[in-house]
């Protein structure tokens, strides 16, 4: 295989021990999104005006809890989230430099952090060793004040004076409880994000949920947008009635088949990502979806479709999400013509939108580019499969960049087309889909990691970031059996080889290395000026990687966000 570009990998920070979350908090993402949608249709349906007494809000919580069969414990939390959205559309409208954004000093790196503290509070030095230097950096950046500090006099000292007309704090619940009779009393806009523990040592904290509420604003209008529902209408699409409302009948065998291979079950995620992008480039992003995003939607999903079809026939794959794969079905003459066909139904669609020329050229043009690249990954993943051999973490990352990367640009950028977006959009989303593609790429790794297996079944060779890592990790011996899973030369148990591969750190440092890539997509979007597409981008990349939580993993883990830096332990001193 002829060498790949070098891609140097972002800076990771080792990761703290793992910690447990506290039981008063749902301990996933999903799960606490769940928690907090609920909230916000509770308050909406009783119409409840703030500020209300803590004592009323648990109240209002205790009944929310009984009727979705919650589990008791989460009354308090749900009394803080029921607030939040009481406050929500309020905090949206006040100015960034009206807001205080409060973090609590235990968010630090304890033992290697050499800020030092004054009356008010962390004097942060910067380090990179911990959140708060992204948080407080980027929270200043748009006009926050920042404090790191925690209690109920210094929140009552800074209500006093004036100069503050929202807080956005971070605590644990005690803590949260403590302030929150201040802020009522003083009627004071806020929303409260709680610790995923409460004993003040090594702290897990939701980023996301920080970020989101951080960057809340009016100007935002995809705010609103439930980003599930235009999910599941964007699935609903893929019937035979609607498809052929979209593509024409379905008359001959081919058709036929490409019809229901496109019909069939998946994520949805590429044609979600351009009716979404679409959408929030529209006056009114929640205004009704139009046929010419549809059929671009359709146009989209049958690329995608397509290059599964072909991945399975190249890497001799006979199951796919559990059934057989089209050519294992139909044969590999019939899936490889299916696979064609669904390539020439895309550009087809894309040709016929109806929109002005100039714009029709530009999807064609943006489709067949990302077309090309994601062939040329895919011919560096064969090349590699043709002689295996083991590469290094940087050259797997090349191979994900090119191979999974372009799908999600594309799908993007069409949907940015398709609207009339200007050029510079275009250069924001082409660096956001790239980290999102390798991130995207990384998880699945990490997903296959623990799949089970029958005894003595090998895993898939392929190039992987974990090999590579563990690779890269171990010394002579162990090297030569993980360069044996590559080889298909292991003669090892898949779960004894998996176990080395935990023991030499590869399996967390991928992790960490996923979240890396996360943080490198929201950070594309620090320069962008439409309030909507920015906001809109930050919440899909929390939606997809919040449903792909991967199981036994702690996502919340500190570590995760620290991951990315360029400080490292050593630079601390």
């Known amino acids: 295989m002829a060498p790949l570009p070098i891609v140097p990998l972002p800076r990771v920070m080792p990761a703290r021990p793992e910690r447990p979350v506290q039981s008063n908090i749902p301990p996933t993402p999903a799960e606490r999104e769940r928690l907090r949608t609920l909230a ?120 006093e004076t004036g100069r503050i007309d929202a807080i956005v704090g971070v605590s644990c619940l005690n803590v949260l409880e403590r302030v929150y009779g201040y802020m009522e009393a003083a009627a004071v806009p806020g929303i409260a994000i709680p610790l995923l523990q409460d004993d003040c040592v090594d702290v897990n904290v939701d980023l996301d949920w920080i970020w989101e ?97 072909h991945d399975d026939i190249e890497d001799g794959d006979a199951l796919r999400d559990g059934s057989d794969t089209l050519h294992e079905r139909e044969g590999v003459p019939i899936a490889l013509n299916v696979g064609d066909y669904l390539v020439g139904e895309g550009y087809r669609l894309l040709a016929e939108v109806e929109v002005d020329a100039e714009r029709r050229a530009e999807m064609l043009a943006l489709a067949a580019a990302g077309h090309r690249t994601l062939c040329l990954g895919q011919g560096d993943d064969l090349a590699w499969a043709h002689a295996p051999k083991p590469i290094r973490a940087t050259e797997v990352v090349a191979i994900f960049r090119r191979k999974t990367a372009p799908a999600f640009e594309t799908a993007l950028r069409l949907g940015a087309a398709c609207a009339g977006a200007p050029a510079t959009l275009h250069e924001t989303l082409t660096a956001y889909s790239d980290a999102l593609g390798i991130a995207y790429q990384i998880r699945d790794d990490l997903g296959e990691l623990h799949e089970t297996r029958e005894a003595g079944e090998a895993p898939e060779r392929r190039p992987t970031l974990v090999w590579a890592l563990a690779h890269e990790a171990a010394k002579r011996a162990d090297r030569k059996h993980i360069a044996a899973l590559w080889t298909g030369d292991a003669t090892e148990d898949p779960m004894a080889i998996h176990q080395r591969i935990v023991e030499l750190g590869a399996e967390s440092r991928a992790q960490e290395l996923l979240t890396a890539y996360e943080d490198e997509a929201i950070r594309s979007l620090r320069e962008l000026d439409n309030a909507n597409v920015k906001g809109l981008l930050r919440r899909v990349l929390g939606k997809i990687f919040d449903e792909l939580t991967i199981e036994g993993w702690c996502s919340e883990h500190e570590a995760r966000n620290a991951a990315g830096r360029e400080a490292s332990l050593a630079a601390a001193g």
């Open 40 to 159: 916000r249709q509770y308050a909406e349906q009783t119409e409840l005006v703030p500020p209300l007494p803590l004592a009323e809000l648990q109240v209002h919580a205790g009944e929310l809890c009984r009727r979705e069969g919650l589990d008791p414990v989460y009354t308090e939390v749900t009394a803080l989230l029921i607030n939040n959205e009481l406050w929500r559309e309020t905090l949206a409208t006040i100015p960034y430099e009206r807001r205080l954004l409060l973090l609590p000093k235990c968010m630090r790196v304890e033992e290697h952090c050499p800020a030092p503290f004054d009356e008010l509070g962390l004097l942060c030095k910067k380090c990179g060793l911990c959140s708060i230097e992204d948080l407080q950096v980027e929270a200043e950046k748009m006009g926050y004040a920042v404090l790191v500090a925690e209690g109920s006099p210094i929140v009552m000292a800074i209500i």
């Open 213 to 309: 509420t951080v960057h809340l604003t009016s100007d935002d209008q995809t705010r609103r947008l439930d980003l599930g529902a235009l999910r599941e209408q964007v699935d609903g699409w893929f019937n035979d009635e609607t498809l052929s409302e979209i593509m024409g009948p379905a008359e001959t065998t081919t058709e036929q088949l490409g019809r229901a291979y496109l019909a069939a079950a998946g994520k949805r995620w590429r044609p979600f990502l351009a009716v979404a992008l679409h959408q929030a480039l529209q006056d009114d992003p929640s205004c009704e979806i139009v046929d010419t995003i549809r059929t671009v939607a359709v146009a989209v999903e049958c690329f995608h479709k397509a290059s599964l079809i």
